[in-house]
């Protein structure tokens, strides 16, 4: 599987971005698909995930109420919407996915993902 980030850039606080992360090579319907980021100088971080058998999506705590992931099955894409954009949300952003089913509570892990974009760069102004 090969994951394509997109959409990132620069915008003011409190602005709107759309990530898009394309997959090829495979179906995603059926993965569980992640949202990361990494700040410079600091660990990469789960921002959302969206999985199969969840009853919905689950997100880190800093982005809840303001960040939706969604999936399109039929584009082979899923989504990063952020809204109320904050200077702490600047990041390179990475999609990973991985083979196989995975339960809610490891959705957070980076470790359990496979293949991984190649990042998209969110620069939030003050």
């Known amino acids: 599987v090969q994951l394509q980030a997109s959409g990132g850039g620069l915008v003011q606080a409190g602005g709107s971005l759309r990530l898009s992360c394309a997959a090829s090579?495979?179906?995603?319907?059926?993965?569980?698909v992640a949202w990361f980021r990494q700040a410079p100088g600091k660990e990469r971080e789960f921002v959302a995930a969206?999985?199969?058998?969840?009853?919905?999506?689950n997100y880190a705590e800093y982005v809840k109420g303001r960040f939706t992931i969604s999936r399109d099955n039929a584009k082979n894409t899923v989504y990063l919407e952020m809204n109320s954009l904050k200077p702490e949300d600047t990041a390179v952003y990475y999609c990973?996915?991985?083979?196989?089913?995975?339960?809610?509570?490891?959705?957070?892990?980076?470790?359990?993902?496979?293949?991984w974009g190649q990042g998209t760069l969110v620069t939030v102004s003050s």
């Open positions: 990973a996915t991985r083979d196989n089913r995975i339960i809610s509570s490891a959705v957070n892990r980076a470790g359990v993902y496979q293949y």
């Open positions: 969206i999985n199969t058998w969840s009853a919905g999506p």
């Open positions: 090579g495979s179906s995603f319907s059926s993965r569980p």
